[in-house]
């Protein structure tokens, strides 16, 4: 079983000290996986390790964990939440910022475009922990413990489907031809596309003249709106929007459950 | 020291039994390497797990190899090399079947993903490993062991540069104005972003409706091309190229050091 920390936090606390502890404990979990997997990788720590690093005893620590999996699995999905969270809540503040009722869908996309970068340069380990199902070579998890971390993903890529049904059915897109398998696809493309592009941020840092990772992103975006056909002046007036609200995007909490 | 085993093998064998042996002990090596690295991932083996599967003392294979990492950067250096020489003789088999005296870049560019392609769908621990150094939570090698992989990574995509070059110059891209950091991006586009694509191949096949990865990395290269102004006539024919030759595509040997 995947322990849902957000559920149980945003759920009703009951009376009690210890109902308390015990979320406190899941987010102290949480916090010392992240720190020993961007340590350690994944392979180089214990179940025991972890429990000495919370201050509990293997038994205890077996009430909350069956398994290195679980715990894998509800920090990957922990790191998707506030990645979702970090997006609604830039986009409010962009628009406080910007008096405007409203944000086009292109829009949208791009401030998605942006909090995801801020992770990967930020938070390279955070962000490195959720692609880590992708890119391993061997399965990180079994089918049991994906299952939860597949739900999350498929959740985000729906919402970037929806964006660009929204994007092509208010004429953003030139034509409104096309179906949801077209509007899939170019989000999947949106978003790891630029996951490919976002994660050559680390190596970049060490091999000089590698790439201008900002540069290529941005003509990536620009690249793939153009050929989507997006109108001239809904694409000016997204990036005018973004680029007028720098401290909005810089603030917002990425990194909210880092200890 | 990184052993390079392809520079070993092209040079003149000088006689003698203990050359040839040496270089069938690198083989064996890279090949058990691999193995190991697909079955238990990067930290799940030891340097005397190495040496007895190739039947080596643990005092021999230190004279081959110091640290896992030259074994890791090896293997990688290898995958890369025989990418490399499978684009080669992707594009030498499509022009041998289509009795052409040349290929266009956007021909070219295209057979190179579709050998990408296969090889993240045929060989998927190759094509991890070969993105492992861009996607780990940690440095998986120091910089003495990285600077190999660099160089071999930095030629890949000098490659690909030329080739947005020519495209360019030869007016199969829409304008001949941009300059060398324009198609410098478009090769990190190009690579990159289809990679990030690439790595769903494995999560696909694990969770229903993810993406149709075939179909969106289609859509990418077109959109991706459509952007850089592809002239349509010259999109068509390399298509059809490509679509001409699936066999001569599928015969390559990407894994060619597979034991």
């Excluded at 909350?64 to 409010?92: C, G, H, N, P």
């Excluded at 199902?133 to 049991?144: A, F, G």
């Amino acid at each position: 079983m995947i322990y849902d920390i957000r559920r149980e936090q945003s759920a009703t606390i009951p009376d009690g000290v210890r109902a308390q502890r015990r979320l406190q404990t899941l987010a102290k979990v949480n916090d010392a996986a992240l720190r020993l997997i961007s340590q350690r990788s994944v392979d180089g720590w214990t179940m025991a390790d972890l429990a000495r690093d919370v201050g509990l005893t293997p038994g205890a620590f077996y009430r909350y964990f069956q398994s290195k999996e679980e715990i894998i699995a509800t920090v990957q999905i922990t790191v998707l939440r506030d990645l979702m969270s970090a997006w609604r809540w830039s986009e409010q503040r962009v628009l406080e910022h910007s008096q405007a009722s409203h944000m086009t869908p292109v829009a949208r996309l791009l401030v998605a475009a942006a909090v995801y970068q801020r992770l990967s340069v930020e938070s390279p380990h955070r962000f490195a922990l959720l692609t880590m199902s992708i890119t391993s070579p061997t399965d990180v998890l079994s089918d049991e413990a994906l299952a939860p971390v597949s739900e999350a993903t498929l959740a985000l890529l729906t919402r970037f489907t929806w964006i660009m049904t929204d994007a092509r059915r208010s004429g953003h897109f030139h034509g409104e031809q096309g179906d949801e398998s077209v509007d899939h696809d170019r989000a999947a493309q949106w978003v790891f596309a630029q996951q490919g592009l976002l994660q050559l941020h680390r190596l970049n840092q060490r091999i000089p003249g590698l790439a201008d990772i900002s540069r290529a992103l941005r003509s990536l975006q620009d690249d793939l709106l153009c050929a989507w056909g997006v109108r001239t002046e809904v694409l000016a007036e997204a990036r005018k929007l973004i680029e007028s609200a720098p401290d909005e995007l810089a603030q917002e909490p990425v990194s909210v459950a880092q200890s």
